[in-house]
């Protein structure tokens, strides 16, 4: 019965522990007692480091209400995108709340949110990002002039096909299938303020990751690399593969431009289990589980921050020669697909991150589910 008993009543530190926010108890000094998993990443520091730290020396805001309300100890607080720097980092907006602990004296909850996320991630995307209803759509003469040396590209490959030994034909398959996948792109370039989509299908997330490699790859001489950091188990995702393709080409090549700067340039592509994310959808509408994460990372100087809120807009760009289509393009394609994409910067690595989430093909239990059930 004792074990029964344990399974209808979790333990609270566990609760806590699985709650998504970043939760910090504050003791009636203002110094932190104890900070749960998503506090150590939010904050990017390890709970040893966080306890005993005094509240004011890890966060700085620019508004003096909320510490003073926390210096109170009974009083409940709710302030929405408080400009907070974390342990000297880069400042954020962030969501901030404050309540006293019940039958525990001058001792309080503090949980710390994020909001850009969160608005990133829900929501069906009407009238915001790629602009839904703002013409990105090429004109038809454009398309013609673009789509006709494409087809004499695709024949001169072909022709070249029947004259070179094995060795070489995967190459021309590539400029082939390459060429293909940019007419679609026209197509649907066309029609991007429509509300149709392209049909999404079971793919595989790191082919289409390595076939953005080889395109990437064939152009640049092998003169940089990309670090890959893939989780095999991954389950299908729900997405269309030449879309998909596209996403990863823009977010790579971004990352190769913003990282040519440095010393020791670094693109890193990695794949993940991103377990509690969800799509709300409208009333009408289930959430979507995005239990999938592609990250590209670079080591560049970052988005400037005049920018940040609006790098998926059109015409934005950071770029002395870009036109601010590419991110605008990859938040639509990536919408379509029922996913989301985000933007950060962590100072601590000095590293920009863009983030797309995904929806897998079909439902199966995740890694920790799995072990659970054998449990």
């Known amino acids: 019965m004792s074990g029964l008993a344990d399974f209808r009543r979790p333990d609270p530190q566990r609760i806590v522990a699985s709650l998504p926010l970043a939760v910090l108890l504050v003791g009636p000094d203002l110094t932190i007692a104890a900070a749960n998993p998503a506090a150590e990443q939010l904050t990017g520091q390890g709970a040893r480091r966080l306890i005993g730290r005094p509240v004011r020396a890890l966060l700085d805001l620019d508004q003096p209400r909320v510490l003073e309300a926390l210096g109170e100890g009974d009083a409940q607080l709710l302030a929405r995108g408080v400009v907070t720097r974390i342990a000297g980092r880069e400042t954020r907006p962030l969501d901030i709340a404050i309540a006293p602990v019940a039958h525990c004296p001058g001792w309080q909850l503090l949980t710390l949110n994020e909001p850009i996320g969160v608005e990133a991630l829900t929501g069906d995307g009407a009238g915001s990002g790629a602009g839904e209803g703002i013409a990105l759509r090429a004109p038809e003469v454009l398309a013609h002039e673009i789509k006709n040396p494409l087809a004499g590209i695709r024949g001169a490959a072909q022709l070249l096909a029947r004259k070179l030994g094995d060795?070489?034909?995967?190459?021309?398959?590539?400029?082939?299938?390459?060429?293909?996948?940019?007419?679609?792109?026209?197509?649907?370039?066309?029609?991007?303020?429509?509300?149709?989509?392209?049909?999404?299908?079971?793919?595989?997330?790191?082919?289409?990751?390595?076939?953005?490699?080889?395109?990437?790859?064939?152009?640049?001489?092998?003169?940089?690399?990309?670090?890959?950091?893939?989780?095999?188990?991954?389950?299908?995702?729900?997405?269309?593969?030449?879309?998909?393709?596209?996403?990863?080409?823009?977010?790579?090549?971004?990352?190769?431009?913003?990282?040519?700067?440095?010393?020791?340039?670094?693109?890193?592509?990695?794949?993940?289990?991103?377990?509690?994310?969800?799509?709300?959808?409208?009333?009408?509408?289930?959430?979507?589980?995005?239990?999938?994460e592609l990250r590209v990372s670079d080591n560049g100087p970052g988005v400037d921050p005049a920018l940040r809120d609006h790098i998926f807009d059109p015409f934005v760009t950071g770029k002395d020669h870009g036109q601010g289509l590419g991110l605008a393009m990859v938040q639509k394609l990536v919408r379509e697909m029922n996913g989301r994409i985000t933007h950060d910067r962590d100072a601590a690595t000095s590293l920009t991150h863009f983030r797309v989430h995904l929806p897998v093909a079909a439902e199966r239990p995740m890694p920790a589910q799995r072990e659970a059930s054998a449990k």
């Open 167 to 292: 060795d070489d034909l995967a190459l021309t398959g590539l400029i082939t299938s390459e060429v293909d996948r940019i007419a679609k792109l026209i197509d649907r370039m066309q029609s991007l303020s429509r509300a149709g989509t392209e049909p999404s299908a079971p793919c595989n997330l790191h082919e289409a990751v390595r076939r953005a490699q080889a395109v990437i790859a064939a152009g640049s001489n092998g003169s940089w690399s990309i670090e890959e950091e893939f989780d095999p188990s991954l389950p299908p995702i729900l997405a269309s593969a030449d879309a998909l393709v596209q996403v990863v080409l823009n977010l790579l090549t971004n990352a190769r431009e913003a990282s040519n700067g440095v010393r020791n340039p670094r693109v890193i592509v990695s794949t993940r289990f991103a377990s509690g994310i969800r799509l709300v959808g409208g009333k009408d509408r289930a959430p979507v589980r995005l239990p999938i």
